[in-house]
């Protein structure tokens, strides 16, 4: 049986550590974890965050901010950018021109009504015109709820990743040391809880961007 210090070394507590970091080497455990598509895949449910707050979640309404609205059509869900040419006509309207698509323009009305971008989007024929609210103290505060929630079910997204490492873990169980799977969860954990610092330093940032 390999010493579990093979497999990982523990950092000294220093001051105000409460408790050692587990620093394992991925290579010399490859056959019971892949900690670097552990570690992927946690930065991938962060990134996803970021996305989030960027595209949905502004105060400031561009063009840019209905590209990946998605219209579902006949043929599928289409992001809004595929099916009309948006432009901004000045700062309180922008127009969707779905004269290459205009069988969806139905579509793109409700997907834009329904974004929770708070837009109530006008239609004329194939012309989707789309005023910009003012941006009221109550559309910030919704805002920054809206934050708030899609945190938590990134939270939840990243739960399942640890998990699912967890339980990989635990089938080796009967094969390697007991300090071994120790060393292995702690770390997953200690990922795990980087991964949730980083979407609480992102809400707290977003928070105070949307709410100053």
Known sequence: VLLSRQFATKKAKGKGQSQAKVNIKASLVEDIINLEETSEDMQAVVEALKEDFSRNLSVRTSPGALDHIVVMTKEGKFPLNQLGQISQKSPQ??????????????????????????????????????????????????????????????????????????????????????????????????????AAAEMDKLLAAKTKELLG
């Open 93 to 194: 309207l922008l127009v969707v021109n779905m004269t290459s698509f205009p069988e969806s323009t139905a579509a793109a009305m409700k997907a834009i009504r329904e974004s929770g971008m708070n837009l109530n989007p006008e239609v004329d024929g194939t012309i989707i015109r789309v005023p910009i609210p003012k941006v009221t103290r109550e559309h910030r505060e919704s805002l920054a709820k809206l934050a708030k929630q899609s945190t938590n079910k990134s939270k939840e997204a990243l739960r399942r990743v640890r998990s699912k490492s967890m339980n990989q873990v635990k089938k080796f169980k009967s094969k390697v040391s007991e300090d071994t799977i120790w060393l292995l969860e702690k770390q997953i954990q200690q990922m795990a809880d980087s």
